[in-house]
């Protein structure tokens, strides 16, 4: 008996040393200070989160500013952020949020109800830029000091999600209001980091915030770094030899021709990170030829998308077998389009086609897309079709595939929240506001599987509802889908916890160098 | 007196190119296809709020009359707000000014600091083949690509040596020159030839003239001949070769610019127009054509203190 009883005691000793060496352990890992600099290539507009945005300038202001719920360490899935806790009614019309207790703001006030209630009403505003993404809410009400209460028109599962938006940052509104303008410049938030310089076009520089809540593995609260220098190195040369004599810790957007050889860099680490973004090829349903389905059947069959994997993409990413990219709900069951020429000819001769000559744009200067469409021409012309390349710079594409002056375009789509509901819409509903993201493709029974998903708060419900309609939309040939494009990025070995996270950022909160 | 005649003379006639400029490059950037707000959220933005947008913004009246509030406004010294950026167009110019001044200043220097010497031993040396040499190793350079240039630069000596920064503008004044040798020296490629050219030509119109006959005669030194004689008189086809090529400089520059991260005009210019920030893009074609305009305006004053002829006619 005696002898079972010091065993346990001894284990639990042992158990105890161990939990609280394992915890030292990770307090004596990581190492606090240093200055990281960060090579981009977009630049950052403004630190405003309601202003109608970019990528430069979202990716910045998710270190500075942060939402009620946030996206969590790899992306893909949410947590509580400066909402503590939320419940919601039965019948999923009334959300609850709690604030967390004693947050405080780069300049000390404390965080208020108010300062939340301001915030939600300007993301909301149906002309802000994400104001779709709130369509269903109804109104933002102060319950008590600490509690906000949001109603809703209609059920809506994509609301946390919404809440996860950069745009859905939490602001503080006394300084907000004094000046708009100043605050695009050096915002008040509650995040890890606040602005100390930002020159246009050329850097920002982030300081720690020396009020924000969260702790880091020692106990001390986060950030580990002491400065962060966002560079905009637009010449994607530039940030990969940059990367190569240290003059930059990591660099984004490492061109995939040159990835092989950041891979060999000494000292460097290749991150090869899963996105949600996916190149493909717009269709325009409502012009000749590709308003006929079995002709953009037949171009899918003709995609000789194993040569576009090797010659584009140097075989980073993952042939799709979606009309939308990789998110939460994606449906490995729909199969791919084989590569099939003998097909793609009987479906063309099927169709009737009539030798209307096919213009494929593409950006100039993109030179991978370029080559994509290269290789699309080769397959679709021994199928039978007149096909040209026309090259426009990328506002021109753009707008004139918006105005639905255009048959294929080779681009890409990605999404800004962690949730199917965003994408699968714009793009697939055809009763949409952007005629289905501008292939005027209009499909009944995908309306109606949609809001479904919308509505209902069933996980496994929306997975299924999901699958079908990318099943459909797939098969009804709504694009040409190219790769699950992945984010390459170089980074030196002394740069830990690095890590790009789907929805297109980085939390530089946790990111320590190891000098 | 005349001097100051001269200058105002010279000022009125700036204002009909630059309302000739101005007018050119706001028709053409609303001619191309695509819209600021549209761009920017990448499709994602309902048409009716687009077009209250622009008509908050007054940018859905006639052209003409955008035009003619964008002149009067500028005329006041107010360039308008840009779209993008969220500041005021006049703000965002002079701090993109320095970094392109001081560009075009190095680079104007470096080329002339190539130039001068190479292109003196090949007038004295004319046809050898040193001459030959000097002459083919200038057309070789000013045919490289400039994009090809800088990255070769950036390789050589900021990789392989180490010696020099590869992107930015740097802090202090001493290390801004070492962030912008190598972009001025890639501009010195397509410079310093057509200097080398002019000058070399000019100088051997010199040493062939009656007055060096008369000048070694009296038994000055070829020193004395090169620097009082020679060297002033190349001056004027240096300065008319610079100040006719500032515009070609300044598109130089925009491409120099984003190859080595300079935040100057040229590559806020670029992004302007990717953008269709049209207020800025406006602003920016008012800056250049001062520019080219105050650069022609000194060139002519510096004729005049080289030469006095000039003044009299």
Redesign the interface.
């Known amino acids: 008996m005696l002898d079972k009883r010091k065993l346990i005691l001894a284990a639990l000793m042992l158990s105890s040393a161990l939990g609280g060496a394992s915890i030292m352990a990770s307090a004596e890992d990581v190492k606090r200070g240093g200055t990281l600099t960060l090579a981009r290539p977009d630049e950052a507009l403004t630190f405003d989160p309601f202003t109608p945005s970019d990528n430069g300038s979202i990716y910045n202001i998710m270190q500075v500013c942060e939402p009620l719920i946030i996206a969590d360490a790899s992306g893909t899935g949410l947590e509580p952020s400066l909402a503590e806790s939320w419940t919601v009614s039965a019948d999923g019309l009334t959300y609850d949020l709690k604030l967390r207790p004693g947050v405080k703001f780069s300049n000390g006030k404390p965080l208020t109800v108010e300062d939340a209630i301001f915030s939600m009403q300007k993301v909301s505003d149906p002309k802000a830029s994400f104001g779709f993404a709130f369509d269903a809410v109804k109104s933002f009400d102060k319950v008590d000091d600490s509690t906000l209460r949001i109603t809703l028109k209609r059920p809506y599962s994509a609301l946390e999600s919404a809440l996860s938006l950069f745009a859905a940052s939490i602001v503080s509104k006394a300084d907000f209001e004094k000046d708009p303008a100043a605050f695009g410049q050096k915002p008040v938030c509650t995040g890890p980091f606040q602005v100390e310089s930002y020159e246009r076009g050329t850097q920002v520089v982030l300081v720690p915030n020396p009020n924000y809540w969260r702790k880091g593995a020692d106990g001390k609260p986060l950030p580990y770094l002491d400065k962060v220098v966002l560079k905009y190195v637009p010449e994607s040369n530039s940030r990969v030899l940059g990367l190569q004599n240290g003059d930059f810790d990591a660099v984004l957007a490492v061109p995939l021709n040159q990835a092989a050889q950041v891979k060999t860099m000494d000292g460097v680490t290749l991150e090869v990170a899963p996105s949600y973004r996916l190149d493909y090829v717009y269709l325009n349903h409502g012009k000749k030829p590709f308003d006929d389905k079995r002709m953009r059947l037949a171009i899918n069959y003709a995609a000789n998308r194993d040569a576009i994997m090797k010659a584009v993409y140097f075989g980073y990413g993952e042939q799709p077998n979606s009309y939308m990219p990789k998110v939460n709900f994606w449906s490995d069951k729909v199969a791919k389009i084989p590569y099939d020429i003998e097909k793609a000819k009987a479906l063309v001769k099927e169709a009737g086609y009539d030798g209307t000559p096919i213009q494929l744009m593409v950006d100039t200067g993109n030179a991978p897309f370029r080559t994509a469409a290269t290789v699309l021409q080769q397959g679709w012309q021994q199928a039978g079709l007149k096909v040209e390349i026309v090259e426009y710079d990328v506002g021109t594409a753009f707008s004139m595939t918006q105005k639905g002056e255009y048959q294929a375009y080779v681009s890409y789509i990605t999404s800004d929240i962690n949730d199917d509901d965003e994408l699968a819409s714009i793009q697939a509903d055809g009763t949409g506001p952007t005629a289905a993201f501008f292939s005027n493709y209009k499909n009944e029974e995908v309306t109606k599987l949609l809001a479904q998903a919308r509505e209902t708060g069933d996980k496994a419900k929306r997975a299924e509802l999901y699958g079908k309609v990318q099943d459909i939309v797939y098969n009804d040939a709504y694009s040409v889908p190219l790769n699950f494009l992945p984010y390459v990025n170089g980074y030196r070995n002394t740069v830990k916890n690095w890590r790009n996270i789907t929805v297109g950022w980085w939390w530089l909160r946790d990111v320590w160098l190891d000098k | 007196m005349q001097i100051l005649h001269y200058i105002v003379a010279r000022c009125l006639h700036a204002v009909p190119v630059l309302i000739g400029v101005t007018i050119v490059v706001f028709l053409s950037i609303h001619l ?4 600021p ?11 009716s ?1 687009v077009a ?2 622009y008509h908050d913004l007054g940018m859905d009246r006639p052209i003409l009359l955008q035009y003619v509030v964008f002149l009067k406004n500028a005329l006041a010294g107010d360039l308008g707000m840009s779209l ?4 005021p167009v006049t703000t ?1 110019v002079v ?2 000014l320095w970094p392109t001044l001081m560009l075009l200043a190095f680079s104007t220097a470096l080329s002339v600091l190539i130039a001068v010497p190479l292109s003196l031993l090949a007038a004295f040396r004319r046809n050898s083949w040193l001459d030959t040499a000097i002459r083919l190793g200038s057309i070789i350079g000013f045919a490289m690509p400039s994009y090809w240039i800088g ?1 070769l630069l ?2 050589f000596f ?2 392989l040596l ?1 010696w020099l ?5 740097g802090d202090t004044p001493l290390d801004r020159l070492r962030h912008l040798f190598m972009p001025s020296l890639t501009i010195a490629f397509f410079l310093a030839p057509i200097l080398l050219q002019s000058l070399r030509s000019a100088m051997l119109d010199v040493l062939t003239s009656e007055h060096i006959e008369v000048a070694r005669a009296k038994g000055l030194s070829e020193w004395r001949i090169l620097t009082k004689h020679v060297l002033r008189n190349a001056m004027i086809p240096v300065i008319t070769v610079l100040a006719v090529n500032i515009s070609w400089l300044l598109s130089g520059a925009v491409v120099v610019e ?4 300079l ?1 100057g005009l040229g ?2 210019l670029v ?1 302007s127009v ?3 920030d049209y207020p800025l893009i406006q602003g920016l074609a008012f800056v250049f054509g001062v520019l080219v305009i105050i650069v022609n305006l000194l060139a002519d004053l510096s004729y005049m203190l080289i030469d006095r002829r000039v003044l009299r006619s």
């Open positions: 191309v296809p695509g819209d707000i549209r761009i920017m959220m990448h499709g994602r933005i309902a048409d709020e209250k947008i993008i950026q969220k500041a965002l701090e993109k990255l950036m390789l900021g990789l180490g920064p590869i992107s930015g503008l984003y190859v080595f991260g935040p590559s806020l992004r990717g953008y269709r």
